[in-house]
């Protein structure tokens, strides 16, 4: 049998394939067409681990406020001082229920001063009041971070207890600070604030008694950056979550 070879070489010829050019214009149509859907995907990754961040910063505030929530501000108060000369590990003083109380020790408490007292006057509420002072507790705890470490787990407490009546010039607010909180892969500082909310006009008349009977008390969660030694970056921006509550002042 013969095999007509021109008949082949015919057909052969016809399928040159793929020209260069088309190559490079399927690249291209592909590279337009796939870009959007990539830059979609890594864009919902940003929002889905923003959102997670924001959760978890969520969960850490209500850990920080049921810490604090069952306690009244004088217990608070008396909390503070007994964690600078004895551990509070375990038991009704501790102020933090999670990682291991690393924060409730004594070797791990620092004491911050407020400054001057403030008059009580000069603000027409309660926010104002608070929000003339969370700003520089903020820097406080920065330049304590700088003098303690930046990755130190620490509790920063400020706890000057001016006397609350009338025959004081002014209010000291109390705050404290939790620093290096892990939770998951991320890190996280906390600030707790308590501003006097209510006055009770019954009790104006002798220096014992106390102007106030409630506080507003307010978890601050910012985002933390352990290894940033100069700490420029921690308590810093927008917290990540915020939370509010109030409690009794004894």
């Known amino acids: 049998m013969k095999i007509n070879l ?6 052969t010829g016809k399928n040159k394939g793929f020209a260069l050019i088309e190559l ?16 979609s995907m890594v864009s919902s990754m940003r929002v889905n681990n923003k959102s997670r961040k924001v959760m978890i910063a969520t969960e850490v505030a209500e850990d920080v406020m049921e810490s604090v929530r069952d306690k009244t ?4 108060l ?16 501790s102020l933090v229920l999670f990682d291991g109380n690393t924060y409730s020790t004594s070797a791990n408490v620092v004491t911050v001063s407020a400054g001057s007292a403030i008059s009580l006057t000069a603000y027409a509420d309660t ?9 520089a507790y903020v820097g406080l705890c920065r330049n304590k971070l700088l003098l303690e470490g930046a990755s130190a787990k620490k509790t ?6 001016a006397t609350l009546n009338t025959a004081s010039t ?6 404290f600070a939790l620093t290096g909180i892990r939770r998951g892969q991320y890190n996280f500082d906390a600030l707790v604030v308590f501003t006097p909310t209510i006055q009770d006009k019954i009790h104006t008349s002798t220096a014992d008694d106390y102007m106030y009977y409630s506080y507003q008390v307010k978890v601050l969660i910012y985002d933390a950056n352990v290894n ?20 009794r002042n004894k």
């Open 24 to 39: 490079i214009c399927a690249v291209a149509l592909f590279a337009v067409v796939l870009t959007p859907i990539f830059m």
């Open 6 to 11: 021109r008949f082949l070489k015919k057909k």
């Open 156 to 161: 920063f407490i400020c706890a000057d207890s």
């Open 73 to 76: 501000y004088a217990e608070i």
């Open 78 to 93: 008396d909390t503070y001082s007994s964690l600078k000369s004895a551990d509070m590990s375990y038991g009704t003083k």
């Open 127 to 135: 926010s104002a009041l608070e929000d003339a002072k969370i700003n």
């Open 170 to 175: 002014g209010e000291r607010l109390s705050f």
């Open 228 to 247: 940033d030694a100069g700490c420029s970056s921690r308590f810093s921006g927008t917290p990540t979550a915020v939370m509010t509550a109030g409690i």
